[in-house]
Nanobody, 122 residues
Framework: QVQLVESGGGLVQAGGSLSLSCTAS????????RNWYRQGAGQLLELVASVTSDGITNYADSVKGRFTISADNAKNTWYLQMNGLKPEDTAVYYCTAAIIQTIWTMKPADYWGQGTRVTVSS
């Protein structure tokens, strides 16, 4: 099967930086998209950033210019560099991926990491 393991959350002061990473392992033929979601307390799940297998990135308006998503395809790892953090960025961050497991698989399936908490103090 497939596992996504995240790392890099923590506590930081406003204006600081954190970097999250996510590594996928297991039966993987192709990863078609790599994403970061977040959910703050009492808030809806929000797509923060995504990158396709072609390298096309997309960001939520709230993080544009501050966050950068990148990927190391050879390592099945992707990253979220977060600069200029604000208290409103406080949330549990989840990495997700759309993964095709075998050459015979017709459609990718979605997988989620366990989540990592980011807390930004004012």
């Amino acid at each position: 099967q497939v596992q996504l393991v995240e790392s890099g959350g923590g506590l930081v002061q406003a204006g600081g930086s954190l970097s999250l990473s996510c590594t996928a392992s297991g039966s993987i033929f192709k990863i078609t998209s790599r994403n970061w979601y977040r959910q703050g307390a009492g808030q809806l799940l929000e797509l923060v950033a995504s990158v396709t297998s072609d390298g096309i990135t997309n960001y939520a308006d709230s993080v544009k210019g501050r966050f950068t998503i990148s990927a190391d395809n050879a390592k099945n790892t992707w990253y979220l560099q977060m600069n200029g953090l604000k208290p409103e960025d406080t949330a549990v961050y989840y990495c997700t991926a759309a993964i095709i497991q075998t050459i015979w698989t017709m459609k990718p399936a979605d997988y989620w990491g366990q989540g990592t908490r980011v807390t930004v103090s004012s």
